[in-house]
């Protein structure tokens, strides 16, 4: 499965700033100039007066930036783990009643972040037979060393608090299933 990190993506709108709806008629696209185009309306997209991030070469031929811009914030939205932190660990995973699933990551890992969607993936699969939290290494180092976590991602199932098997890597979701399919 193949995972990829959202970046913010500033396009025109058109003039005034107004939103694109379906509805609306052809707007011409001022990258394309090769006639007109449609930006249909979808969740996560608004009208900003400055892009977050614009680069040199969005500059207009004035040598100013656009008047408004649509802004991709579907990062913002996107499906994430719950964290579980030293606070936590007792009452969350040790203390739970259901199978637990902890995905030991940094946010420097490349392969933790390949891995995070398979993990909500199976989260929303097994949901009320299987917890799934992640656990910052670099925040919470206590815990990563008790369970001797040397390589990130490291996924460990939980089971009445005790640690019952420990998948280390970016895997397949399927070798993560039939992990948590011992357990449940």
């Not at 199978?99 to 909500?120: N, Q, Y």
């Not at 992640?134 to 008790?146: F, G, H, R």
């Amino acid at each position: 499965m193949a995972a990829a990190v959202l970046e913010p993506l500033a396009v025109l709108c058109p003039s005034g700033g107004v939103p694109v709806s379906p509805r609306s008629a052809a707007v011409r696209s001022p990258i394309a100039r090769r006639g007109p185009s449609l930006i249909p309306r979808f969740s996560g997209l608004r009208c900003a007066s400055r892009p977050p991030r614009v680069a040199a070469r969005r500059v207009n031929a004035v040598g100013r930036f656009p008047a408004a811009a649509v802004v991709c914030e579907a990062q913002e939205t996107a499906v994430q783990l719950p964290t579980v932190s030293k606070d936590t660990w007792q009452s969350l995973v040790l203390g739970s009643d259901v199978a637990v699933l902890v995905d030991f990551w940094a946010p420097w890992c490349g392969p933790c972040r390949m891995i995070e969607p398979v993990v909500v993936k199976l989260a929303k699969v097994y949901e009320g037979k299987l917890k799934c939290y992640k656990l910052n290494t670099d925040e919470n180092p206590e815990i990563a060393n008790e369970y001797g976590i040397r390589s990130i991602p490291t996924m460990m199932i939980f089971k009445n608090g005790e640690k019952k098997e420990a998948v280390i890597g970016a895997v397949p979701e399927s070798t993560l299933a039939t992990s948590i399919d011992k357990f449940i």
